[in-house]
């Protein structure tokens, strides 16, 4: 059992985008248009042609003949009719995509841009346990927003693990803030926190069930 972690910039040449679009299903290429802005259709297109090409390496099939299924709460999967073996988990942010990806487990992949503009302790106050906010404001000013987004990524990728989105209370469970990353209290056994590079600048987090090895394309 293995995990591969894929990382890609999303900010492509016209030729490549044209390329990675005409793989696209309809409703791909129907959410991509209700993007108002040009940057996010470019954006969300090259993230789905990305997602595309790579499982269809791994599955030795055409990027087209891909199919998927989407679980109540949003979590994308491929179709039953591709085997269910190979699970995947993708996110992004700002001109940044990664894809976990692995047989015989379950994935929750995060990404984000570390922000300075934002009240990180408002938002931890109302989101975080009270442990995680001890934590975050015991970071000196300097550091606090490249911690909050240590923390913030890391209950993502747990929560979107378990795909039960909004449902999830983000202050029902514990991560840890320091490395390596772990989960320390609300989370059933066998799922566990890894590590994930992430490109200067952002901050990336992976939660598997089961754990297991991890190897990182860039």
């Known amino acids: 059992m293995s995990v591969r972690v894929v990382s890609a910039g999303l900010d492509l040449p016209e030729s490549r985008l044209r390329e990675l679009s005409a793989r696209l299903d309809e409703r791909e290429r129907a959410r991509a248009e209700r993007f108002v802005l040009e940057r996010h259709r470019r954006r969300f297109t090259a993230a789905r042609g990305l997602l595309r090409e790579t499982l269809a ?8 003949a ?16 591709h085997g269910g073996e190979l699970s995947f988990n993708l996110s992004h942010s700002e001109d940044r995509l990664l894809i976990a990806l692995g047989r015989g487990v379950e994935l929750g992949v995060d990404i984000e ?3 300075d503009d934002i009240d990180h302790a408002a938002i931890a106050r109302r989101f ?22 240590a923390i913030w990524t890391r209950k993502e990728a747990y929560i979107k693990l378990l795909g039960g989105g909004l449902s999830i209370p983000l202050a029902s469970f514990d991560v840890s803030l320091g490395e390596p990353p772990r989960l320390l209290r609300g989370a059933p ?13 952002f901050a990336a987090a992976l939660a598997v069930a089961p754990a297991g090895a991890i190897s990182q394309d860039r």
Do not use: C, M, W
């Open 189 to 201: 056994e066998g799922v566990a926190l890894q590590p994930v590079e992430a490109p200067v600048g």
């Open 66 to 81: 891909l199919r998927f299924e989407y679980a109540p709460h949003g979590k994308p999967r491929l179709a039953a009719a």
């Open 57 to 64: 390496e791994e599955l030795a099939l055409d990027p087209r």
């Open 113 to 115: 841009g570390v922000r």
């Open 128 to 149: 975080f346990s009270g442990s995680e906010g001890e934590a975050l404001l015991a970071q000196p000013e300097r550091s606090r927003a490249a911690a909050f987004f």
